[in-house]
């Protein structure tokens, strides 16, 4: 099914040039230029009728931080993809934590764009590779919202490789991607991703994708 489409940034020329790069690929089911606008469009459409919404970061009012504290709790089942020139760590974090399944940048390609939207649309989380260092280390840091006590003790369940398997599928990457980077099997990539689903008791990798943004792992 084409994914549906909902772009919000503060530049026509930006909304233009997302419409052109995904025309092909997706249907965009409406758009917005400012964060009011955009609260008040993605409010009152019907969430089965939205796959996306593809959100800038930086924007008067607010920005895409605003419009997911303010649309996200009472629209759960919109999934939103951060569309940013920031590539800063702080940006990335800020947003995921405010409910975005993911996080590419503006220098990424169409093909990249494209890609990141039916992951999003699929219910995985997407990010530009480049990103995941960044996010990684902040979320390493030691600040005092890390994982609590109980977190890790779920987490001590799981062994080095499991741990490894969890942060890049949470960040959206295939199985075969996760194997070419672990230089393992797509099989025992699934293998350990049933493994970590049996012993945090989920049922899917959107719910490992969550669980893992929830406790800022990613």
């Known amino acids: 099914m084409t994914p549906r489409v909902f772009i919000v940034d503060d530049h026509p020329l ?6 052109t790069e995904l025309a092909d690929t997706v249907e965009v089911v409406g758009e917005a230029g400012d964060v009011e606008s955009a609260i008040a ?11 996306v919404v593809l959100l ?12 997911l504290r303010r649309v996200g709790p009472a629209r759960p089942l ?4 951060a569309l940013s020139v920031s590539d800063a760590p702080e940006d990335v974090i800020a947003v995921i934590r405010a409910g975005a399944r993911g996080y590419i940048t503006k220098s990424s390609t169409g093909a990249e764009l494209t890609e990141a939207v ?14 995941a260092g960044f996010v990684l280390d902040a979320f ?5 919202d890390a994982p609590s006590a109980a977190d890790e003790t779920e987490l001590d369940q799981l062994t080095p490789r499991e741990r490894e398997v969890l942060q890049l599928i949470a960040r959206g990457y ?3 991607e996760v194997g070419r980077r672990l230089s393992v ?3 025992t990539v699934e293998t350990h991703v049933s493994s970590v689903l049996r012993k945090l008791q989920l049922s899917s990798r959107h719910e490992l994708a969550r669980w893992a943004t929830d406790r800022r792992l990613i």
Do not use: Q, W
Not at 14 to 19: F, K, Q, W
Not at 78 to 81: E, G, M, Q
Not at 118 to 131: C, E, H, T, V
């Open 14 to 19: 930006v909304r233009s040039g997302v419409r």
């Open 41 to 51: 469009a993605l409010s009152t459409l019907a969430e089965d009728t939205v796959d």
């Open 56 to 67: 800038d970061v930086h924007m008067p009012g607010g920005g895409g931080v605003e419009i």
């Open 78 to 81: 919109l999934r939103f993809l």
């Open 118 to 131: 039916n992951r999003i649309a699929a219910g995985d989380a997407a990010f530009s590779p480049r990103l």
């Open 140 to 144: 390493a840091s030691g600040a005092p």
């Open 174 to 176: 295939a199985y075969k």
């Open 185 to 187: 099997s797509v099989k």
